[in-house]
């Protein structure tokens, strides 16, 4: 009789975990992916982007950052740089396979020194990291490849349908519980929530007796310029990392996912809505926009990062009149909020429209606040213009990253047969890193079935 290994989520993590019990499972295994949004092309119908097949690095920018330390730690999981090397390798690999482009962008050369050194002026730190950049518009066609890929091993793929329990007794794994009352029993579980499954996976790990620790989470908003103004930085770095730290409280701000000539866009969470930023191969706007972030960590007596940041989003959601808030840097700094009027008589013309033009200030906490401004400001030495009064601001961008449940180096619980992996398991903050901790527990997996 065959072993059955279910697999909770359909993000990158999943997938991955997926593909390797179903290639290297040397005994008679089934493999189920539940996953609780609806396949690729219903997504793009209905611009689902947190949810479905494929993620939410599914329908994202598209750009693997192939280091095993950004985006997550790697090397923390495994032990060793090379390894976790190894395992960023190994995912480019099935990318490539599926079509994502050959074209290599690595900040390298006299132009990429230049910027060093201005960053290294502005006491900036310029993080360099190969990339690939497969775009939000080609993306569907390399995740319906790899599930092509999943459904010619026999891997099952159910979609629409969300487990609400994860069923174990004595110390170990039975299966799941569905959200139609089904119990699907299973060998083994390996589950890979992503992003919008985080508060799920705090709760069944509480439950479970598994043993978290909350991470931090990032704050801020998301930034749009003249694409003019990045082109130089882009030229040499597809998707520019810096991080720097503010004066007056000594935080830490860093960008993240730069598109260029890109288009900011709207995310709705459970009971909140926020931004994100997509940027296609085919098709350009005349702005750049990128998440600028807060890190917030907090100590006791609240330590709870993930419910901190949903009262933000509700607080701005609240003041938006649930749509994003928009704002100049300019009426920022002056203390006074932005009105359609004064956004179009701005510089750069919003890619993004179902806002509202607003103050944030009154949505972000105060020392959130001035970090930005401030690091905008110290930004602006290495990349000239992005702090000009005309600069937009969209809030709130919230980066949550789930509390990290406790595992072994093979990503087992404490529940014998009960693997986690990617971003909703607090593990890793990218496609990449999130793709690699499948992996890995896809293999802990393939390498006990039939045993």
């Given at each position: 009789?065959?072993?059955?290994?279910?697999?909770?989520?359909?993000?990158?993590?999943?997938?991955?975990?997926?593909?390797?019990?179903?290639?290297?499972?040397?005994?008679?295994?089934?493999?189920?992916?539940?996953?609780?949004?609806?396949?690729?092309?219903?997504?793009?119908?209905?611009?689902?982007?947190?949810?479905?097949?494929?993620?939410?690095?599914?329908?994202?920018?598209?750009?693997?950052?192939?280091?095993p330390d950004v985006g997550g730690?790697?090397?923390?999981?495994?032990?060793?740089?090379?390894?976790?090397?190894?395992?960023?390798?190994?995912?480019?690999?099935?990318?490539?396979?599926?079509?994502?482009?050959?074209?290599?962008?690595?900040?390298?050369?006299?132009?990429?020194?230049?910027?060093?050194?201005?960053?290294?002026?502005?006491?900036?730190?310029?993080?360099?990291?190969?990339?690939?950049?497969?775009?939000?518009?080609?993306?569907?066609?390399?995740?319906?490849?790899f599930v092509r890929e999943l459904?010619?091993?026999?891997?099952?793929?159910?979609?629409?349908?969300?487990?609400?329990?994860?069923?174990?007794?004595?110390?170990?794994?039975?299966?799941?519980?569905?959200?139609?009352?089904?119990?699907?029993?299973?060998?083994?579980?390996?589950?890979?929530?992503?992003?919008?499954?985080?508060?799920?996976?705090?709760?069944?790990?509480?439950?479970?007796?598994?043993?978290?620790?909350?991470?931090?989470?990032?704050?801020?908003?998301?930034?749009?310029?003249?694409?003019?103004?990045?082109?130089?930085?882009?030229?040499?770095?597809?998707?520019?990392?810096?991080?720097?730290?503010?004066?007056?409280?000594?935080?830490?701000?860093?960008?993240?996912?730069?598109?260029?000539?890109?288009?900011?866009?709207?995310?709705?969470?459970?009971?909140?809505?926020?931004?994100?930023?997509?940027?296609?191969?085919?098709?350009?706007?005349?702005?750049?926009?990128?998440?600028?972030?807060?890190?917030?960590?907090?100590?006791?007596?609240?330590?709870?990062?993930?419910?901190?940041?949903?009262?933000?989003?509700?607080?701005?959601t609240t003041i938006g009149g649930?749509?994003?808030?928009?704002?100049?840097?300019?009426?920022?700094?002056?203390?006074?909020?932005?009105?359609?009027?004064?956004?179009?008589?701005?510089?750069?013309?919003?890619?993004?429209?179902?806002?509202?033009?607003?103050?944030?200030?009154?949505?972000?906490?105060?020392?959130?606040?001035?970090?930005?401004?401030?690091?905008?400001?110290?930004?602006?030495?290495?990349?000239?213009?992005?702090?000009?009064?005309?600069?937009?601001?969209?809030?709130?961008?919230?980066?949550?990253?789930?509390?990290?449940?406790?595992?072994?180096?093979?990503?087992?619980?404490?529940?014998?047969?009960?693997?986690?992996?990617?971003?909703?398991?607090?593990?890793?903050?990218?496609?990449?890193?999130?793709?690699?901790?499948?992996?890995?527990?896809?293999?802990?997996?393939?390498?006990?079935?039939?045993?």
């Amino acid at each position: 009789m065959a072993e059955r290994v279910i697999v909770v989520g359909a993000g990158p993590a999943g997938l991955f975990a997926a593909r390797e019990v179903a290639r290297r499972a040397e005994g008679d295994v089934e493999v189920i992916v539940y996953e609780q949004g609806p396949d690729v092309d219903e997504r793009l119908e209905k611009g689902e982007v947190m949810r479905g097949v494929g993620g939410a690095g599914g329908l994202s920018d598209g750009v693997l950052n192939l280091r095993p330390d950004v985006g997550g730690d790697l090397t923390e999981i495994v032990g060793n740089r090379r390894e976790a090397e190894r395992l960023v390798e190994y995912v480019d690999e099935v990318f490539l396979r599926h079509g994502a482009p050959r074209e290599l962008r690595e900040p390298s050369g006299p132009k990429a020194e230049e910027i060093a050194r201005r960053a290294a002026a502005a006491d900036v730190e310029f993080v360099r990291i190969p990339q690939r950049h497969i775009g939000s518009d080609h993306l569907p066609k390399v995740i319906k490849s790899f599930v092509r890929e999943l459904e010619d091993l026999g891997v099952r793929i159910v979609t629409k349908t969300r487990v609400e329990r994860i069923l174990a007794s004595e110390g170990e794994v039975r299966g799941v519980r569905l959200e139609d009352g089904r119990e699907v029993e299973a060998d083994y579980v390996i589950v890979a929530p992503g992003r919008v499954g985080a508060d799920w996976m705090i709760r069944e790990a509480k439950r479970l007796g598994l043993g978290i620790r909350y991470n931090p989470i990032d704050v801020g908003v998301r930034v749009e310029v003249p694409k003019v103004v990045m082109d130089p930085i882009v030229e040499v770095s597809l998707d520019p990392k810096f991080r720097l730290r503010t004066p007056t409280y000594d935080d830490q701000v860093r960008t993240f996912c730069v598109c260029h000539g890109g288009y900011v866009v709207k995310e709705t969470y459970e009971g909140f809505v926020g931004v994100n930023g997509h940027s296609y191969r085919d098709r350009k706007s005349e702005n750049t926009n990128f998440a600028f972030l807060v890190s917030v960590d907090l100590t006791e007596p609240v330590e709870n990062t993930i419910k901190y940041g949903r009262s933000i989003g509700e607080l701005a959601t609240t003041i938006g009149g649930n749509r994003p808030i928009l704002q100049r840097l300019g009426d920022l700094r002056r203390g006074r909020r932005s009105t359609w009027d004064r956004i179009n008589r701005s510089q750069v013309t919003p890619t993004l429209t179902d806002v509202t033009p607003g103050d944030v200030s009154m949505a972000l906490p105060h020392r959130v606040t001035l970090d930005i401004i401030e690091g905008l400001e110290i930004l602006d030495e290495v990349i000239p213009g992005v702090a000009s009064d005309s600069t937009l601001l969209y809030a709130p961008e919230i980066k949550f990253y789930s509390a990290r449940v406790r595992t072994n180096e093979e990503l087992e619980t404490a529940v014998e047969g009960l693997f986690v992996a990617g971003d909703g398991a607090g593990l890793s903050r990218d496609i990449v890193n999130a793709a690699a901790t499948g992996v890995i527990a896809g293999r802990a997996v393939a390498e006990r079935v039939g045993g």
